[in-house]
């Protein structure tokens, strides 16, 4: 037996992080129609320091500029309204800082469905490069599971909504692992202790507490944290209304606020008082010198704080150390501004392409309430649709019966698709998470989602459902017939399909989402065929025809179907034979339509073969215009705050 020896994980170096004079602001546009008013929000001013290797937490009441502040020190937040400067080492920050370095978000951003040892898996198939060997990558997720106490739900799943899973610390515990496969020296948390009790959000910081002994800066928001967790902290952050307060070691903030006139209560926790101080709510015991900062006499005390408690932080020694060590940093160089959003991978293409549709598949069909449930809902329908219009006669009430089952089922691939409309709102989370972190590229996540869904949850559905409802239906028993009846409604499933993710793809909300489609398809379904005979719509309004889904798959299943059949055995004519009715199509029984062709031209439909094709060619068209536009939303839409 051949044994392996297991590399042991790099020591990361020692980083220093510093931050120049970042201002930050936003555009409001006014929310009143027709009014063009555009006001700034100052979000930070002049917020200027430096974190070590150590824990470095940012402390604020909400509206404080926490996480805008976390996302610029991470090279997260868009550039506009954005200056200063945000240094590594002295240099600024490197092209690829956002895919070498570690982000935590406030909301866990795992997969629920595969299990801790897969998702961390899945991190380091994508985010080492594929000159590492396979040996070591397995090395370093079983290191990293040993590491955060994972070993005893290694093989567990994560849980989703649907299905439980391993508890909040363990979630959590995993997410910063997805992070630590890459061994960044510098790793950002965004609120870790969000829904997590006492106890697990303190085992939560001890392990924080252990990575950054090992020589990682990590930087850390933070929501008025119990003692047990402040007491691990090497370096403060305070802001409030966007300015710094404080900055400087941890340890160190109770007496800075001493000499300030605020005395502590004993047994109260550090980080509420500081949190009452900001919000006015602590009482000023003593002054500095002689002077009394009477805030209770400003018009304004909110302002009046935030201004007083920043004038007394710029006039400390802690601000005077800490911008003349700035100084020695920046000695010599020039300022830049923040660089464009790149982003780069350490994979190729087809290699992002495999594990990514490998997991897609396995989450839908690990899913039951989405591919198991469309799968029953078409063996369902069927034998409803079947039972219903068991064994259709060739004859009057069988032209009426093949029209109205046709209808529906054209109608039904239509509504049934608007469930892809949640398909990129729900997963939106995960999809800019991973692609800022370099995960993938948006042309293999677009990809991925869509051959999953076209093969999951619609064609195989769609071939069942044609199967079982085909022949209850008793249509017309050729194999081309029902062959093209099936590429007819897929290329109606798929087209339906294509134009929800189209206009789904930049909104935040399924509701909408669905409100929008159900409209569509409904006055789509008007223009269908059935409901108004066509070629009476007004001029005006004839154009809607062409922008119909529904009319393109019910004019090729009604060619299909129609074409070569005759409805008169039964009520043939004096002096007329069946082989004149079924030779020419423009002879009928007392104005009863005796052939399916007559019938079609009554209706305005051209049954010639390209009259049947030309209608799979629209859908197609009109799938591959409307997956454009979904890969351009995608390729476009803001994935920067």
Request: net charge neutral; glycine share 6%; hydrophobic share 45%.
């Amino acid at each position: 037996m051949t044994v392996v020896e297991v590399p042991s994980p790099r020591q990361p170096s020692a980083s220093t992080l510093s931050f120049h004079n970042i201002q930050y602001k936003v555009d409001r546009k006014s929310a009143v129609p027709c009014k063009r008013k555009t006001t700034h929000r100052q979000i930070l001013t002049d917020i200027n320091g430096i974190m070590r290797p150590g824990l470095n937490a940012i402390l604020g009441p909400t509206g404080s500029g926490k996480s805008s502040f976390l996302d610029i020190l991470a090279a997260r937040k868009d550039p506009a309204g954005l200056s200063g400067e945000v240094l590594i080492d002295g240099a600024p920050q490197p092209h690829n800082f956002k895919c070498s370095s570690g982000y935590v978000v406030q909301d866990d951003v795992v997969m629920g469905t595969m299990t801790v040892r897969e998702n961390l898996h899945f991190s380091a198939a994508l985010r080492l490069p594929s000159s590492v060997p396979q040996g070591e990558k397995e090395a370093r997720v079983n290191h990293l599971i040993e590491e955060l106490g994972l070993t005893k739900v290694a093989d567990s799943k994560v849980g989703s909504q649907m299905k439980r899973g391993i508890s909040g610390g363990e979630r959590k515990r995993t997410c910063i692992g997805m992070e630590l496969i890459t061994d960044p020296s510098i790793l950002f948390l965004d609120e870790p202790t969000t829904g997590l009790d006492a106890s697990t959000a303190n085992s939560v910081l001890l392990l924080l507490k252990k990575i950054a002994s090992q020589g990682r800066v990590i930087v850390m928001t933070i929501h008025q944290p119990r003692y047990s967790i402040y007491r691990l902290f090497d370096t403060l952050t305070l802001l409030v209304g966007g300015r710094m307060v404080y900055h400087g070691p941890a340890p160190n903030a109770l007496d800075y606020f001493s000499n300030l006139g605020y005395a502590c209560e004993p047994h109260n926790n550090p980080a509420d008082f500081f949190l009452d101080i900001i919000n006015g709510d602590a009482t000023i015991t003593t002054m500095p010198g002689s002077e009394e900062l009477d805030i209770e006499e400003s018009s304004s005390p909110a302002k009046s704080i935030e201004e007083c408690l920043g004038e007394e932080y710029r006039n400390s020694s802690n601000y005077r150390d800490t911008q003349a060590e700035l100084e020695r940093i920046t000695n010599g160089k020039e300022f830049i501004q923040p660089r464009s959003h790149v982003i780069t991978y350490n994979t190729s293409f087809f290699h992002q392409f495999r594990f990514v549709f490998m997991r897609t598949l396995w989450d839908l069909m690990l899913n039951p309430q989405t591919s198991v449930a469309q799968l029953a809902v078409n063996i369902i329908l069927a034998l409803v649709v079947g039972a219903t219009f068991f064994d259709i006669k060739d004859d009057q009430s069988g032209i009426q019966n093949r029209m109205g089952v046709l209808f529906f089922i054209t109608t039904y691939q239509c509504f049934s698709a608007v469930s892809a409309a949640e398909l990129f709102i729900t997963e939106r989370k995960f999809f800019m998470h991973e692609y800022i972190s370099g995960y993938y590229r948006v042309s293999v996540y677009f990809l991925t989602k869509i051959l999953a869904d076209i093969i999951i949850l619609r064609t195989i559905p769609i071939i069942v459902f044609s199967v079982i409802a085909y022949y209850m239906i008793g249509l017309k028993f050729t194999a081309a017939a029902f062959a093209t009846f099936t590429l007819t409604v897929a290329l109606v499933a798929y087209t339906a399909t294509a134009m929800t993710m189209a206009i789904s793809a930049d909104l935040n909300t399924v509701t909408l989402a669905n409100i929008l489609m159900t409209i569509l398809f409904a006055f789509m379904m008007i223009f269908s065929g059935l409901l108004v005979n066509l070629p009476t719509v007004e001029y005006w309004l004839a154009w809607a025809k062409y922008f119909s889904i529904p009319r393109y798959g019910l004019a090729a299943l009604k060619i299909n179907e129609f074409v070569g059949l005759t409805f008169c055995d039964d009520l043939v004519m004096p002096n007329t034979t069946m082989s004149d009715v079924s030779t020419n199509c423009n002879v009928s029984l007392a104005g009863i339509t005796c052939t399916g062709e007559q019938y079609l031209e009554y209706l305005g439909v051209e049954y010639t073969e390209w009259g049947l094709w030309k209608n799979h060619v629209a859908l197609t068209l009109m799938a591959v215009v409307y997956l454009t536009i979904t890969y351009l939303k995608l390729r476009f839409i803001k994935k920067f705050t």
